[in-house]
């Protein structure tokens, strides 16, 4: 009997951290259904048009309805396509986007010094690096397999696109990582706690780096634009040029893995600026200690989880506004805006927030 119930204890760590992955994930894939939702809104309300509002009451449905069009549609490969590769590409793809989310944390920990996270890594910046270098991998097996030059054309857009402006996205991390001296994602949200005057957008706290961190935080966001073949950035995807890009050829379930795929990505970019730049889940007003011993810690967690939220919404928002009202690119401006501009621009950045943190100090 001893015996069953160890086995059961030894058993429950396991099932604990399945529940919650799975947990996390069915509320990631709802909250990606209704944010698909709002992003078509937003470009119909900018175009003056209703968007969907057929399926449920408000539109609020039709996610769901596409989900289900694209399950039941037959799965076509074509001919001349490598089919595992073809079929292999969108799964890559999805999965990895899915794993990135392990390493970050969403809302503080009912206990002190604790967060919600799946997998609080000290090094959680360098996981999410490895994962984004592989998501390019998905984007290139699904334009080579399908044995098309115009898939193919479009991975390549792809690839180089999201290397180019990977390099600068990692020296904008750069200079959070020496003002925090971490890079643990919990860690970098700790040190933004005490109100707006301390996060890292704005950097009031070490007054003079306003100057420096608030346009990597522009640097970071126009970046990520380019990362997930957003527009004004969608250039793999240019309706005048190469149609769909390297998704010229799928539909169905494969389709709707690359577009799932996308968007977590979009949001994961999302989360990550509310993390980096914006505060993670602290309020910009800073509760006083007496008022947050008072409350339970759960509600304490759950307020952190609203801001944390209510941050990713606005960003997501303000992606789907750049998606309405900022014309394409072409792709030379692309790759210049990328080379030229923003590189030399956030490694001059690090140079001064290594100078700065090396001569003065970073208050805390």
Known sequence: MSNAIESLGSLWGPLLVLGQIGLFTLVLLLSIAFLLLLDRKIWAGVMMRKGPNVVGPFGLLQSFADFGKFLLKEIVIPAGANKFVFIFAPILTCTLAFAAWAAIPV????????????????????????????????????????????????????????????????????????????????????????????????????????????????????????????????LPEAESELVAGYQVEYGSTPYLLFMLGEYLNIVLMCAMMTILFLGGWHGPVAIGANAAGAMPPLLLSLAGLFWFMLKILFLFFLFAMVKAIVPRYRYDQLMRLGWKIFLPTSLAAVLVVAGYVTYFGVQS
Not at 170 to 187: A, E, K, R, W, Y
Not at 212 to 229: C, D, G, Q, R, Y
């Open 107 to 234: 809302a503080p920990g009912i206990e002190d010094g604790t967060s919600w996270v799946i997998s609080d890594l000290n090094v959680g910046v360098l996981y999410l690096f490895a994962i984004s270098s592989l998501g390019v991998y998905g984007i290139i097996m699904g334009g080579w397999a399908s044995n098309s030059k115009y898939p193919f054309l479009g991975a390549l857009r792809s690839a180089a696109q999201m290397v180019s402006y990977e390099v600068s996205i990692g020296f904008v991390i750069i200079t959070v990582i020496l003002l925090v001296g971490s890079m643990n994602l919990s860690d970098i949200v700790n040190n933004q706690a005490g109100g707006l005057q301390n996060w890292h957008a704005f950097s009031f706290q070490n007054f003079p780096l306003i100057v420096v961190m608030f346009p990597m935080f522009v640097i970071f966001f126009i970046s990520a634009l380019a990362e997930t073949n957003r527009p004004p950035f969608d």
